[in-house]
Nanobody, 124 residues
Framework: QVQLVESGGGLVQAGGSLRLSCAAS????????MGWFRQAPGKEREFVAA????????YYTESVKGRFTISGGNAKNTVYLQMNSLKPEDTAVYYC?????????????????WGQGTQVTVSS
């Protein structure tokens, strides 16, 4: 069993930065691939970034490549999402999630454990 708690969200102006953290308890991260997803008002939840169980492979959705960086996992009990050059369209509730497989890292169904989410609001 894994418990995930996100933090680090907030209000920031366009072009600013935030770092989200996802603290895990109940298991070691080395057993899990970790992902970040987001859900904007009126939209479906979407994949943002993921780190493989080994920590050696990183994945990003196209719209955040070059701006966001995922780190941690791989037996460290915290995963981070560094978000730079934020845009108003990045506004959403951000969720971290844990999966026991690297397969389909960009789909939500492999992720058995989810945090409660943290709000990120980017003003123009």
């Amino acid at each position: 069993q894994v418990q995930l708690v996100e933090s680090g969200g907030g209000l920031v102006q366009a072009g600013g930065s935030l770092r989200l953290s996802c603290a895990a308890s109940g298991s070691t991260f080395s057993s899990y691939a970790m992902g970040w997803f987001r859900q904007a008002p009126g939209k479906e939840r979407e994949f943002v970034a993921a780190i493989s169980r080994s920590g050696r492979r990183l994945y990003y959705t196209e719209s955040v490549k070059g701006r966001f960086t995922i780190s941690g996992g791989n037996a460290k009990n915290t995963v981070y999402l560094q978000m730079n050059s934020l845009k108003p369209e990045d506004t959403a509730v951000y969720y971290c999630a844990a999966s026991q497989t690297d397969t389909d890292y960009n789909r939500d169904y492999p992720y058995a454990y989810w945090g409660q989410g943290t709000q990120v609001t980017v003003s123009s």
